[in-house]
């Protein structure tokens, strides 16, 4: 069993950046893939962006060229750095073992004037 722990959110203007983190609580070089959910006021959550093993990655489209997922796999560690934030990127963002039901307990991030 892996638990997740989220860091990293807060409160930040529009343009600003922000990086997340997810510390899992055993070794995640062995985990096929990881990533970032989001799930804004009244809306379902959704998918943010995947990293395979491989190193390859995968995003949404509203957050192409703006958000950046990495892992330290020495650290068990999954991280999304996200720049360029807009008002419509707030949400609670969850980091989950992809394809599973191991979830984090969700961080918020607020994009506002």
């Known amino acids: 069993q892996v638990q997740l722990v989220e860091s990293g959110g807060g409160l930040v203007q529009p343009g600003g950046s922000l990086r997340l983190s997810c510390a899992a609580s055993?070794?995640?070089?062995?985990?096929?893939?990881m990533a970032w959910y989001r799930q804004a006021p009244g809306r379902q959550r959704g998918l943010v962006a995947v990293i395979f093993r491989s190193g390859t990655t995968t995003y949404e489209d509203s957050v192409k060229g703006r958000f950046t997922i990495s892992r330290d796999n020495a650290k068990n560690t999954v991280y999304l750095q996200m720049n360029s934030l807009k008002p419509e990127d707030t949400a609670v963002y969850y980091c989950?073992?992809?394809?599973?039901?191991?979830w984090g307990q969700g961080t918020q991030v607020t994009v506002s004037s």
């Open positions: 055993g070794s995640i070089s062995s985990i096929n893939a």
């Open positions: 989950n073992v992809y394809s599973t039901t191991y």
